[in-house]
C-alpha cells in the first residue's frame, strides 16, 4: 500500500488585539444563523472603548467588514455600535478617525434608512461636521508629512462627505441641518485647496449634488463661483469628467426653475457638457482586448545588471502587474463614465418642465374635443401641426438640445446592450447594474424630453413611430418583464410618445391590430406593478381615444372599452389613479 501523508494541523496565530479575524467571526456567525448576539460581537463593541489605539482601530475595521453580513447589522445595532462610533470619528489617531468613518459609512450604506434616520437621532451629524471643519487646521498638510499620510487623511474627509450623503439621501432631517450654510466656506476652501486630492473633491461633489437636491436655501454666491470655478476646468481623466458633470448638476439644483427661463449663456455651457458625456461609447470599453491593455513598455530599474531566468521573471511579473493596473483603472473609468451619464441624464430630465398634470389632460379628451368643435381654430394651424403644442422649455434651452443632439444621444443611452457585451458582464454583476441604470434613467429622460419638446424637436412624426416601436420591443423583452424599474421606465416613455403622436398625427395608429395591443391589455390587468399598470391603461385609452375620433367606429374601441371597465371593477386601486 502506499504511504498515506498525514494532515497537518497549524495551531492558532497569536492575538495581539484579542480580536478575531473578520473571517473568523463571518464563520462564527453562520454556524450561529439568526442567533448573532454572540461574545464575539460584544468584544468587538467593546474594544472601541479601550484605551488602546490598536484595539480601536482594529476594532472598527472588523466593523466595516461585518457591516454586509446578514444578521449582524440588527445585532451592532443593539449593542449600541452607533453611539460609540462616532466620539472615535474625533478621535486624536487619523488612523482610527479614518476606520470609524469607514464603519459608519458602511453602516449607512447596508443599513439604509433604518440606520440612516438612528445615526442622525444619536447625533453622528455632531462630530462628522466638527471634522469636516478642521480641513486644513493644525499641521494636517504640513510638509513633514509623508504623502502617504496626506492622501490618508483626505481619504478620511473623503470618507466624512460620503457618509454625510448617504444620511442625506435616507433621511430628510440630516438635509435641513445643511441649510443654513454653515458647510459652504469650508467645502468651498476644500474644492480649492491644491492639497485635496481629487478623490476628497469628487466625493465633497458628489455630496452637494445630493444636499442641494430640492434644497434651494444653499444657493449661495460662494459657492455658486465655487462650482463655475469646477466646470470650467479641464476633463483629462474620467474623474473629472464625473466632477464637472456632477458640478453641472450641483448648478442646476441651485438655480432651480431660473434655468429654464434663463439666457443662454448660462445654459449652454450646461447642456454642451452633458452632451459631451452622453457620447461617450461606454459599452465599447468593455471589448477592449488584453494586448491593448499591456502595450504599455514596462519601466524597469537600469541598475539591474543581473541575467537569465531571474531577470525574465521579473519582467513577466512587471508585465502582469501593469496589466492589472491597466484593467483596474479601464474598469474604474467605465464605472467613472457610467456614474457622469447617468447624472448627465438626470440633468437634461430636471431642465425640462414636465409633470404628470398633461396625462389628465388626455383623460378628459372628450370635453376638450367638444370644446374644440364650438370654438373655431385660427386659420394659420393646421391638423397635425406641431405648433398646436406650446413648448414646455424655453427657446433657449429648447435650441441648446437641439444643436447639441439631446434626444438622438438620450435614444442612444437606451438602448440594450449587445449580446456579446452582456456576456462579457455576466462575470461583473455590479457593472451590469450600473449599465442597466443607465438605461432606465435614459427612458425616464426620454419621457421628459418628449413630454417638453414639439415635435420637429423630436425628429418628426416618423421617427417617433419608430421609437414607439422600439419602446414597444423592449416593453416584452424578458428583462423589462423582470424588472420593475425598467418596466415602468418604458412604459412611461411609450405613454410621452404616444401623447405626442396623438397630438401631432393621430393617423399613425388608424391601422393598429389588436395583436398590438395584447401585450398592454395584459399589463394593464396582471401586472404586478400599480405603476406599470397606470401606465399600460393610458396607453391604451390614448389609442381608444385616437380610434374614436374616427368617422366610422373602429372595431378596436369595444375591446378598448371592455378593458377600461374591467380595470374599474376588478382594480381595487384604480381610483388612486
Given at each position: 500500500?502506499g504511504?498515506?501523508?498525514?494532515?497537518?494541523?497549524?495551531?492558532?496565530?497569536?492575538?495581539?488585539?484579542?480580536?478575531?479575524?473578520?473571517?473568523?467571526?463571518?464563520?462564527?456567525?453562520?454556524?450561529?444563523?439568526?442567533?448573532?448576539?454572540?461574545a464575539?460581537?460584544?468584544?468587538?463593541?467593546?474594544?472601541?472603548?479601550?484605551?488602546?489605539?490598536?484595539?480601536?482601530?482594529?476594532?472598527?475595521?472588523?466593523?466595516?467588514?461585518?457591516?454586509?453580513?446578514?444578521?449582524?447589522?440588527?445585532?451592532?445595532?443593539?449593542?449600541?455600535?452607533?453611539?460609540?462610533?462616532?466620539?472615535?470619528?474625533?478621535?486624536?489617531?487619523?488612523?482610527?478617525?479614518?476606520?470609524?468613518?469607514?464603519?459608519?459609512?458602511?453602516?449607512?450604506?447596508?443599513?439604509?434608512?433604518?440606520?440612516?434616520?438612528?445615526?442622525?437621532?444619536?447625533?453622528?451629524?455632531?462630530?462628522?461636521?466638527?471634522?469636516?471643519?478642521?480641513?486644513?487646521?493644525?499641521?494636517?498638510?504640513?510638509?513633514?508629512?509623508?504623502?502617504?499620510?496626506?492622501?490618508m487623511?483626505?481619504?478620511?474627509?473623503?470618507?466624512?462627505?460620503?457618509?454625510?450623503?448617504?444620511?442625506?439621501?435616507?433621511?430628510?432631517?440630516?438635509?435641513?441641518?445643511?441649510?443654513?450654510?454653515?458647510?459652504?466656506?469650508?467645502?468651498?476652501?476644500?474644492?480649492?485647496?491644491?492639497?485635496?486630492?481629487?478623490?476628497?473633491?469628487?466625493?465633497?461633489?458628489?455630496f452637494?449634488?445630493?444636499?442641494?437636491?430640492?434644497?434651494?436655501?444653499?444657493?449661495?454666491?460662494?459657492?455658486?463661483?465655487?462650482?463655475?470655478?469646477?466646470?470650467?476646468?479641464?476633463?483629462?481623466?474620467?474623474?473629472?469628467?464625473?466632477?464637472?458633470?456632477?458640478?453641472?448638476?450641483v448648478?442646476?439644483?441651485?438655480?432651480?426653475?431660473?434655468?429654464?427661463?434663463?439666457?443662454?449663456?448660462?445654459?449652454?455651457?450646461?447642456?454642451?457638457?452633458?452632451?459631451?458625456?452622453?457620447?461617450?461609447?461606454?459599452?465599447a470599453?468593455?471589448?477592449?482586448?488584453?494586448?491593448?491593455?499591456?502595450?504599455?513598455?514596462?519601466?524597469?530599474?537600469?541598475?539591474?545588471?543581473?541575467?537569465?531566468?531571474?531577470?525574465?521573471?521579473?519582467?513577466?511579473?512587471?508585465?502582469?502587474?501593469?496589466?492589472?493596473?491597466?484593467?483596474?483603472?479601464?474598469?474604474?473609468d467605465?464605472?467613472?463614465?457610467?456614474?457622469?451619464?447617468?447624472?448627465?441624464?438626470?440633468?437634461?430630465?430636471?431642465?425640462?418642465?414636465?409633470?404628470?398634470?398633461?396625462?389628465?389632460?388626455?383623460?378628459?379628451?372628450?370635453?376638450?374635443?367638444?370644446?374644440?368643435?364650438?370654438?373655431?381654430?385660427?386659420?394659420?394651424?393646421?391638423?397635425?401641426?406641431s405648433?398646436?403644442?406650446?413648448?414646455?422649455?424655453s427657446?433657449?434651452?429648447?435650441?441648446?438640445?437641439?444643436?447639441?443632439?439631446?434626444?438622438?444621444?438620450?435614444?442612444?443611452?437606451?438602448?440594450?446592450?449587445?449580446?456579446?457585451q452582456?456576456?462579457?458582464l455576466?462575470?461583473n454583476?455590479?457593472?451590469?447594474?450600473?449599465?442597466?441604470?443607465?438605461?432606465?434613467?435614459a427612458?425616464?429622460?426620454?419621457?421628459?424630453?418628449?413630454?417638453?419638446?414639439?415635435?420637429?424637436?423630436?425628429?418628426?412624426?416618423?421617427?417617433?413611430?419608430?421609437?414607439?416601436?422600439?419602446?414597444?420591443?423592449?416593453?416584452?423583452?424578458?428583462?423589462?418583464?423582470?424588472?420593475?424599474?425598467?418596466?415602468?421606465?418604458?412604459?412611461?416613455?411609450?405613454?410621452?410618445?404616444?401623447?405626442?403622436?396623438?397630438?401631432?398625427?393621430?393617423?399613425?395608429?388608424?391601422?393598429?391590430?389588436?395583436?398590438?395591443?395584447?401585450?398592454?391589455?395584459e399589463?394593464?390587468?396582471?401586472?404586478?406593478?400599480p405603476?406599470?399598470?397606470?401606465?399600460?391603461?393610458?396607453?391604451?385609452?390614448?389609442?381608444g381615444?385616437?380610434?374614436a375620433?374616427?368617422?366610422?367606429?373602429?372595431?378596436?374601441?369595444?375591446?378598448?372599452?371592455?378593458?377600461?371597465?374591467?380595470?374599474?371593477c376588478?382594480?381595487?386601486?384604480?381610483?388612486?389613479?
Amino acid at each position: 500500500m502506499g504511504k498515506v501523508k498525514k494532515k497537518k494541523f497549524s495551531a492558532p496565530k497569536p492575538r495581539p488585539t484579542g480580536l478575531p479575524s473578520v473571517g473568523e467571526c463571518e464563520a462564527e456567525i453562520e454556524l450561529q444563523g439568526e442567533d448573532v448576539h454572540s461574545a464575539t460581537l460584544q468584544t468587538i463593541v467593546e474594544k472601541l472603548q479601550s484605551p488602546n489605539e490598536e484595539n480601536r482601530e482594529c476594532a472598527c475595521t472588523a466593523i466595516a467588514g461585518l457591516a454586509s453580513h446578514p444578521g449582524t447589522l440588527a445585532a451592532f445595532l443593539k449593542l449600541n455600535v452607533i453611539k460609540i462610533l462616532g466620539p472615535l470619528v474625533l478621535d486624536h489617531s487619523w488612523d482610527i478617525r479614518h476606520r470609524a468613518l469607514g464603519a459608519l459609512r458602511n453602516l449607512s450604506v447596508d443599513g439604509e434608512v433604518t440606520v440612516c434616520e438612528e445615526m442622525v437621532a444619536k447625533d453622528v451629524l455632531t462630530p462628522v461636521l466638527a471634522l469636516v471643519q478642521q480641513f486644513g487646521s493644525g499641521d494636517q498638510f504640513s510638509e513633514k508629512e509623508t504623502q502617504r499620510r496626506k492622501t490618508m487623511i483626505c481619504e478620511t474627509y473623503a470618507h466624512a462627505f460620503y457618509l454625510l450623503q448617504n444620511l442625506c439621501e435616507n433621511c430628510t432631517q440630516a438635509v435641513t441641518t445643511f441649510s443654513n450654510g454653515q458647510l459652504i466656506p469650508v467645502i468651498c476652501t476644500i474644492l480649492d485647496s491644491e492639497c485635496s486630492t481629487e478623490d476628497l473633491k469628487l466625493a465633497v461633489v458628489e455630496f452637494l449634488y445630493t444636499v442641494t437636491e430640492d434644497n434651494t436655501a444653499m444657493c449661495r454666491p460662494d459657492l455658486v463661483e465655487c462650482v463655475h470655478r469646477i466646470m470650467s476646468k479641464s476633463t483629462d481623466s474620467s474623474t473629472r469628467v464625473l466632477m464637472k458633470t456632477l458640478a453641472s448638476g450641483v448648478l442646476v439644483n441651485l438655480e432651480g426653475s431660473r434655468l429654464t427661463t434663463a439666457r443662454g449663456d448660462l445654459v449652454v455651457p450646461i447642456v454642451t457638457t452633458m452632451s459631451d458625456v452622453l457620447a461617450v461609447n461606454v459599452a465599447a470599453m468593455l471589448t477592449v482586448q488584453d494586448n491593448d491593455m499591456t502595450d504599455t513598455p514596462a519601466t524597469t530599474d537600469t541598475s539591474d545588471v543581473n541575467a537569465g531566468t531571474e531577470t525574465d521573471t521579473d519582467k513577466d511579473v512587471l508585465k502582469q502587474n501593469n496589466a492589472a493596473t491597466l484593467e483596474e483603472k479601464r474598469l474604474c473609468d467605465i464605472k467613472n463614465l457610467l456614474k457622469a451619464q447617468k447624472v448627465a441624464l438626470e440633468v437634461v430630465a430636471n431642465l425640462c418642465c414636465s409633470d404628470d398634470e398633461e396625462w389628465e389632460d388626455l383623460n378628459s379628451s372628450e370635453s376638450s374635443t367638444e370644446e374644440s368643435a364650438e370654438t373655431p381654430m385660427e386659420e394659420d394651424i393646421t391638423e397635425g401641426d406641431s405648433s398646436v403644442v406650446p413648448l414646455c422649455v424655453s427657446t433657449e434651452l429648447h435650441t441648446a438640445y437641439v444643436s447639441c443632439g439631446i434626444v438622438e444621444k438620450v435614444l442612444e443611452a437606451a438602448q440594450p446592450l449587445a449580446a456579446e457585451q452582456l456576456l462579457i458582464l455576466q462575470e461583473n454583476k455590479s457593472l451590469l447594474e450600473r449599465f442597466q441604470s443607465k438605461q432606465t434613467h435614459a427612458l425616464l429622460c426620454l419621457n421628459n424630453l418628449v413630454s417638453s419638446l414639439d415635435t420637429e424637436a423630436l425628429g418628426g412624426c416618423q421617427k417617433l413611430y419608430t421609437v414607439w416601436q422600439g419602446l414597444l420591443q423592449l416593453s416584452t423583452s424578458q428583462k423589462s418583464i423582470e424588472e420593475e424599474e425598467v418596466l415602468e421606465a418604458v412604459t412611461a416613455a411609450m405613454r410621452a410618445v404616444i401623447q405626442k403622436l396623438a397630438e401631432a398625427d393621430p393617423s399613425k395608429f388608424q391601422a393598429v391590430q389588436p395583436v398590438d395591443l395584447q401585450f398592454m391589455y395584459e399589463m394593464s390587468t396582471k401586472c404586478q406593478w400599480p405603476e406599470v399598470r397606470v401606465n399600460a391603461i393610458r396607453i391604451v385609452s390614448t389609442i381608444g381615444g385616437i380610434l374614436a375620433q374616427n368617422p366610422n367606429p373602429h372595431p378596436l374601441l369595444k375591446d378598448i372599452g371592455v378593458l377600461l371597465l374591467e380595470v374599474v371593477c376588478k382594480d381595487s386601486g384604480f381610483m388612486e389613479w
